[in-house]
């Protein structure tokens, strides 16, 4: 079992930054993939970043390539999401998940660890 705990949601002016925090307890996290997930009201929970046990590799959704970035700290047994350049539909509740494996996985049904979520609301 694994347990995830978000951090770091808020509210933000648009074309501000914030940095979300996923910390893990529970079995070695370094064995695990993880992604970031958003919903927003009425939608669907889609995958915003995702990145590989050993942090080489990451996946991004198209819609924030270059403004914000997935990274971990295994040692901290902490995934982070960077992000910048924030905008009004990037409001969401963000949901960190967490499976075991050796890929990048971004659909929502691969992953079986979720956390509770933070909400991040960006005013235009």
């Known amino acids: 079992q694994v347990q995830l705990v978000e951090s770091g949601g808020g509210l933000v002016q648009s074309g501000g930054s914030l940095r979300l925090s996923c910390a893990a307890s529970g079995r070695t996290f370094t064995s695990y993939a993880v992604a970031w997930f958003r919903q927003a009201p009425g939608k669907e929970r889609d995958v915003v970043a995702a990145i590989s046990w050993s942090g080489s590799r990451t996946n991004y959704a198209d819609s924030v390539k270059g403004r914000f970035t997935i990274s971990r700290d295994n040692a901290k047994n902490t995934v982070y999401l960077q992000m910048n350049s924030l905008k009004s539909e990037d409001t969401a509740v963000y949901y960190c998940?967490?499976?075991?494996?050796?890929?990048?996985?971004?659909?929502?049904?691969?992953?079986?660890?979720w956390g509770q979520g933070t909400q991040v609301t960006v005013s235009s």
């Open positions: 998940a967490a499976r075991g494996g050796s890929h990048v996985y971004s659909t929502a049904g691969q992953y079986n660890y």
